[in-house]
């Protein structure tokens, strides 16, 4: 066995998660493609506003080799304008029920901070819950998540809650502190009974550019955890500040990125290009280095 497969043995400690009484692998790579019902999200291209754009998105998506499809309904670009639950709910309408009749084999993600609209798509049908804000926008999130018991995603989360950077001590660094920080708010879901987590280390969300490429570079530490971790870098501003290009031209800088994340063990991608990802992946077990 390679040195890499030893360390992702060791790593994925808690690799199979339970979506709705079956078990999923998540020690195996995973494509995870963005929906975004949205009108300002940060990457234009991935934005979809009418139903019939929806399916044929979702399905361009799911024939690139998406294994689960992450909708959300608020942007979580710095800055942006905030959504009440109840216009997320409206963005949303019924298009769950629509992505879940037309593809019922791939996973449906909800990206969303609120604990209404997390009922809201629990009741259609959603298979996860993808929280940027950690549980820390609405009190009303976790206990819906828990008392649902759908996995969820944790992820850690220094910003605001329109994603605006603040201000915090990190006297030990950021892994330390994200090792601490997520480590107490996954013993609080388990605490409430959630038990299926995954954790998403959150490039960006206040965190400086230097931070996020030094959490990214030590990634691995995050195996500590004993979670899958999920990965989403895909045309942010740590790429594009760095090379100082726009979201549009960021896709070989995504791709770098996330190869060096697949190395350090993450194996589950949130990204606007699917067919970039599989490569990556493709790749990675012609070498037999996964």
Partial sequence: MSQAKEQSTVFQKSRFLNIKGQLHDFGQPKIMGILNMTPDSFYEQSRVLEQDQLIARASELINAGAHILDIGASSTRPNAQIATPQEEIDRLADTIQLIKKEFPETLLSLDTYYGAVAQFGIDQGVDLINDISAGQFDPALWPVVAKAKIPYVLNYNRAQQNNSAQSFLKEKGIVSDALSFLSEKRAALQ?????????????????????????????????????????????????????NCSPQEALNGTSILNTLAFTKGARIFRVHDVVAAREIILLFEAQDLH
């Fill in 191 to 243: 605490a409430l009974g959630c038990t299926d987590i995954l954790i998403d280390p959150g490039f960006g969300f206040g965190k400086s550019l230097a931070e996020n490429h030094e959490l990214l570079q030590k990634l691995e530490h995050l195996h500590l955890l004993g979670a899958p971790i999920l990965v989403g870098v895909s045309r942010k501003s740590m790429i594009t500040k760095t090379l």
